[in-house]
């Protein structure tokens, strides 16, 4: 499946942006969800993850309670809703996409970015300025 990032911008510090990743196939109702970012001189990060209904969702500790996973398996759509950006949320932000279940989609993700992902999109570049 190819994955496409986009929404991405520069927000002073507060603001909001909604980040969106459409996939080119309409397995993607099956696949674990998520989003990582990358900062500059920083190791891929794990943000978000959300299961094939949308019912679960896990958040990294930075950004809970300011973020919102949710998708839509009719239009084959991953959005990550931004709201109280600070300046260390500059980064490239990716979709991922994991055959995996649930669980062990997520359990692998905590261990780092190269586990458990078996699609990756393009990156979206999003600057907090303070």
């Known amino acids: 499946v190819q994955l496409q990032a986009s929404g991405g911008g520069l927000v002073q510090a507060g603001g909001s942006l909604r980040l969106s990743c459409a996939a080119s196939?309409?397995?993607?109702?099956?696949?674990?969800m998520g989003w990582f970012r990358q900062a500059p001189g920083k190791e891929r990060e794990f943000v978000a993850a959300?299961?094939?209904?949308?019912?679960?969702?896990d958040y990294a500790d930075s950004v809970k309670g300011r973020f919102t996973i949710s998708r839509d398996n009719a239009k084959t759509t991953v959005t990550l809703q931004m709201n109280s950006l600070k300046p260390e949320d500059t980064a490239v932000y990716y979709c991922?996409?994991?055959?995996?279940?649930?669980?062990?989609?997520?359990?692998?993700?905590?261990?780092?970015?190269?586990?458990?992902?078996?699609?990756w999109g393009r990156g979206t570049q999003v600057t907090v300025s303070s």
């Open positions: 991922a996409a994991s055959e995996l279940n649930y669980f062990s989609a997520t359990a692998q993700w905590a261990r780092g970015p190269g586990y458990g992902v078996d699609y």
């Open positions: 196939d309409r397995t993607f109702s099956t696949y674990v």
């Open positions: 959300i299961n094939w209904s949308g019912r679960s969702t």
